[in-house]
């Protein structure tokens, strides 16, 4: 049987962060075997043009040298429950990959 789409981008995400894919666990683990991440793989057909759109913004609007990523914050809720958009090649570049050499594996 072939291996689905969300398989595949779980297994090759957790690679890129220098994890290893769990396989189907539900709801009561995260997708990957990390020393310090919790990651959950998400994969959609589209992802929303808004957020798509926010982050060339905040791409756009960097400066030199500095991480551009999207703060969404929910009107009514608290600050610290808002969430943080930043590209993954951003993340692995700013900060690592568990020690896997960078490669498109």
């Known amino acids: 049987m072939a291996d689905a789409l969300w398989k595949r981008s779980e ?10 894919r769990r396989g189907p666990t539900g709801r009561d683990e995260s997708d990957c075997y990390h020393d310090w991440l919790a990651v959950e793989v998400k994969t959609r057909e589209v992802m929303p043009a808004y957020i798509k759109e926010w982050m060339e913004q905040a791409e756009a609007n960097a400066e030199a040298g500095k991480l551009p990523l999207v703060v969404w914050h929910e009107k009514g809720a608290r600050y610290d429950d808002a969430l943080v958009y930043v590209r993954l090649s951003d993340f692995r570049e700013w900060f690592g990959d568990g020690g896997l050499p960078f490669t498109d594996r």
Do not use: P
């Open 11 to 20: 297994r090759k995400i957790c690679a890129m962060l220098g994890g290893e």
